[in-house]
């Protein structure tokens, strides 16, 4: 297949899984989502334009939409148009790439490169750069030999294998810090120099330090410490460890027992699959917690924003974590983190001065750390949330563009152009 001869410079997305327009915190949306979305954004706001082919799961969902200026998402029919199991979804590959093969031939836009997103998207993007004859880049977001160091190895066998095909077949490996980098080197045996870091960013203007009195009020929360957990409710991210570690902090005598703590997000698949809720419910019933624990869901960006800033703490105990965007949002609102020393969580949290990582899973040493910051003076809170505002704004979206656009073949001084402008 050859690209179109005419048409706007485009860089085909492919996301066969998840739809930067989903709402987060339900099944599998997360910070992929957030990623794809803000990077077309960027790109977006420098002239580049962008397509997102996703797989139809409603029937009433539009073929097109806008995603903001130059970006669009496309939604192809692929297997049955609703959502299906993460073990059903190997099996829409195929049609998903034939789908947009027959998009690319009709679209009115030249593709440029093509930037393929988690394991699922790897072979039909590699396929299509391979048939556009155009660079492919690709980002893994989470690998499955990592997941399986840290005890999850319910992905299928599949997805391993898959994996380790897509580093094979040369794709550009856009990472989000270089210990992921290392993790491809080690388990996958990516060549040197097949890597690239971009850090992922974090929107400032949406994430920052608010005034939110009237929430707590509205909320029932005068006079509490509060602390949060941002994400979907599955063994992955460590949920039920909180909970435990909660049950220990409500006792320190220094918090007197004004603490609560609220989850924010809904079940996985596989939250789904084990049961999540149904037993972090009973243990908080167990716990005597009932009255102490709030089970929120999902909440759109906007609400989730006022909630970091609500809280006291933000505290992401996660198995494994490739980046920890939730904690760079919470860091961004002017929240300490608590989180677990896994992954991206290393660089995103800066130990003893935004927060605290802690090694392990004991919900006992949660419990000291928690109490730690929460029970802290009000100067040292202060200067917490001063210095977790600061290390945000080392991450922002426009530094990740300006790394990718040289890989997607667009000159670097397109970066600079911008600023200038």
């Known amino acids: 297949m050859t690209p179109p001869g005419g048409g706007e410079p485009t860089i085909a997305f492919i996301s066969l899984h998840a739809s930067p327009l989903a709402r987060l915190g339900k099944r599998e949306n997360g910070g992929l989502n957030v990623y794809v979305r803000a990077v077309c954004e960027e790109l977006g706001a420098r002239g580049v334009y962008t397509d997102v082919f996703v797989r139809r799961s409603d029937p009433d969902q539009p073929r097109e939409q806008a995603m903001g200026p130059r970006s669009r998402v496309i939604a192809v029919d692929a297997g049955p148009a609703r959502p299906l199991a993460k073990h059903q979804l190997p099996q829409t ?60 190895d319910s992905d299928l066998p599949e997805r391993l294998l898959e994996e380790r095909r897509t580093v094979a077949a040369g794709a550009r490996l856009v990472v989000n810090t270089a210990g992921e980098a290392h993790a491809l080197r080690h388990h996958y045996a990516a060549r040197p120099g097949q890597c690239v870091v971009a850090p992922p960013g974090v929107d400032l203007v949406r994430f920052q330090p608010r005034e939110v009195e009237r929430l707590r009020r509205r909320m029932g929360l005068e006079g509490m410490r509060v602390i949060l957990f941002a994400g979907r409710l599955e063994p992955l991210k460590g949920p039920d460890t909180l909970v435990d570690a909660f049950a220990l902090v409500r006792e320190d005598p220094r918090l007197r027992k004004r603490v609560r703590l609220l989850f924010v997000g809904e079940l996985s698949s596989e939250g789904e699959r084990v049961g999540q809720r149904r037993e972090m419910r009973q243990r908080v019933a167990d716990l005597g917690l009932a009255g102490e624990v709030a089970f929120v869901g999902a909440q759109p960006q906007e609400r989730l924003a006022l909630l970091y800033c609500l809280a006291d703490l933000v505290v992401v105990p996660s198995h494994s974590e490739s980046f920890g965007l939730v904690a760079l949002e919470a860091q961004a609102c002017g929240t300490p983190v608590v989180a677990a020393a896994v992954g991206g969580l290393r660089e995103v949290v800066a130990d003893g001065r935004t927060g605290r990582l802690v090694e392990g899973r004991d919900p006992r040493q949660y419990a000291e750390a928690i109490a730690e910051i929460l029970a802290a003076d009000p100067d040292a809170h202060r200067e917490l949330r001063r210095a977790a505002r600061r290390r945000a704004e080392r991450f922002t979206w426009e530094r990740t563009v300006d790394i990718l656009l040289p890989e997607y073949g667009l000159a670097p001084a397109l970066a600079a152009a911008c600023r200038e402008a």
């Open 93 to 152: 590959r195929a049609p998903y790439l034939e789908a947009v093969r027959e998009f690319a031939r009709t679209a009115r836009r030249r593709y440029i490169a093509v930037h393929s997103h988690y394991w699922l998207s790897g072979e039909p993007g590699a396929a299509l750069a391979r048939e556009l004859e155009i660079p492919w880049l690709h980002t893994a977001h989470t690998l499955a030999a990592v997941k399986g160091e840290a005890g999850f």
